[in-house]
């Protein structure tokens, strides 16, 4: 069936560096992928999305780019924030999300 | 309000006893969802709504879980003599539709976290 891979971490960096989260994906058809996030004590955030293959989804700075040919949704952001700090989950659409297990980024001053 | 809400944020509970949990979507949004996020074990789908169709119960873990959703806005679900590997945070979320087979983007409420002693 359907489902997501992704870095399970924890991710620790410095404030400004570079992220890059792996999430892979196997699917039929042709399903829209997704990034949610989770900051600490809130719920589920929609980061950002993409509908079809080489589409780039982009919010407050984090990017990712649907990868139809690697089967990956890799999220990235050029500088990172103590802000930042949360649990990201890459996840696939169908009927119901398919969500990977989630990866905790602590970004440290 | 403009979010989907849930209540109440924390339930305390001791083995054995039942508990409801609600959702009130998004308005207008004709698609609703169950998740349960648990310790090590990352979201778990347990049920879907969609318009007047017939729920999607195949995420529900045992028939001591079931939901109903009344006049298609608002949801419960319940757990029936409930069991420490019940303790999570239950999330429910709802979008706009389903659209043939695939889902729209789906907005999560802030979640109930059950605690059975």
């Known amino acids: 069936g359907d489902s997501v891979t992704q870095m399970e971490g924890p991710v620790t960096l410095s404030e400004e560096a570079f992220l890059t989260i792996n999430c892979t994906y196997t699917?039929?058809?042709?399903?829209?992928l997704f990034w949610y996030v989770q900051y600490p004590g809130e719920g589920l955030q929609l980061l950002l999305k993409a509908t079809k293959a080489d589409d780039k989804g982009s919010n407050k700075g984090f990017e990712a780019t649907y990868r139809k040919e690697t089967t990956s949704f890799h999220l990235e952001k050029g500088s990172v924030q103590v802000s930042d700090s949360a649990v990201y989950f890459c996840a696939l659409s169908g009927p119901h999300m398919r969500f990977g297990a989630g990866t905790r980024l602590t970004v440290k001053p | 309000g403009a979010g989907v809400s849930q209540s109440p944020s924390n339930k305390v509970t001791e083995k054995g006893k039942d508990v409801e949990l609600r959702c009130d979507p998004i308005s207008g949004h004709t698609a609703l969802y169950w998740y349960r996020q648990s310790l090590g074990q990352g979201l778990e789908f347990l049920i879907y709504?969609?318009?007047?169709?017939?729920?999607?119960k195949s995420g529900l873990p045992s028939d001591r879980f079931s939901a109903e959703r009344t006049g298609g806005s608002v949801s419960t679900l319940t757990i029936q003599r409930t069991q420490q590997e019940d303790s999570a945070v239950y999330l429910c979320a709802s979008s706009l539709a389903i659209l043939a087979g695939d889902t729209d983007t789906q907005y999560f409420g802030p979640g109930t976290r059950l605690t059975v002693l």
């Open positions: 699917a039929t058809g042709y399903p829209s």
């Open positions: 709504f969609q318009g007047n169709s017939a729920p999607d």
